[in-house]
């Protein structure tokens, strides 16, 4: 990837992180939590997101299966979703943007 291509994925990040802090405002459960439990939380919370996105993806595949029709406009969405929480999630085990394209280059074998 180029150089831009990494820029931009630091801005799509950065936007990301911005609207999805983890605070105790937030989250009340964090209240009186220090770090690592606060990354702990974090990480816990954004794999539930991950989960329940990938729950609704799965149900509307499992209901073709029974005679249903997948809807490709909330697949469409929902597969954004699950990629801002990946990234969101990138974010909290301190993945950084820049390094992102190579570490996926070595996962795309």
Do not use: C, W
Not at 48 to 71: C, I, N, P, W, Y
């Amino acid at each position: 990837m180029s150089r831009i291509a990494d820029t931009d994925l630091r801005v799509v990040m950065d936007s990301i992180t911005s609207v999805f802090t983890f605070t105790p405002e937030k989250y009340p459960a964090m209240r009186g939590m220090i770090f690592p439990r606060r990354q702990e939380f974090a990480v816990d919370h954004s794999i539930k997101h991950a989960m329940k996105t990938v729950g609704k993806l799965a149900a509307q595949s499992e209901s073709r299966d029974h005679g249903g029709h997948e809807d490709y406009d909330s697949l469409r969405t929902d597969t954004i979703k699950l990629v801002i929480t990946a990234l969101n999630l990138a974010h909290v085990l301190g993945i950084r943007p820049e390094d992102l394209p190579e570490l996926i280059r070595k996962e795309v074998k």
